[in-house]
Nanobody, 125 residues
């Protein structure tokens, strides 16, 4: 089974940019739809962005549209989240996730989703 490892989190100021990476190992990365979720302090994990196995189709949560971009490089088994114009309310632990398709990836009831360990993003005002 594919294992996921995020990197690239850190402390930035409001308005700054950050790029998260998620490296996959141990399986067929190209077979998975990939996405990013986040968990704010005291809240449930929420969907941020996702892309199909080919990277040709993407979908975003409304609160990140126009600011965040998801992409993937199947030759490097890596998915990215480029985050621009960061706001203090973007402060959260960001998780990489994979699933069989976009529908399962954005479903709240998927039993096949795989997760990374998360990376902290902190945006100061």
């Amino acid at each position: 089974q594919v294992q996921l490892a995020e990197s690239g989190g850190g402390l930035v100021q409001a308005g700054d940019s950050l790029r998260l990476s998620c490296a996959a190992s141990g399986g067929r990365f190209g077979a998975y739809a990939m996405g990013w979720f986040r968990q704010l302090p005291g809240q449930e994990r929420e969907f941020v962005a996702a892309t199909t196995w080919s990277g040709r189709s993407t979908t975003y949560a409304d609160f990140v549209k126009g600011r965040f971009t998801i992409s993937r490089d199947n030759s490097k088994n890596t998915v990215y989240l480029q985050m621009n114009s960061l706001k203090p309310e973007d402060t959260a632990v960001y998780y990489c996730a994979g699933d069989s398709d976009l529908f399962q990836l954005t479903s709240k009831t998927s039993r096949t989703r795989i997760w990374g360990q998360g990376t902290q993003v902190t945006v100061s005002s």
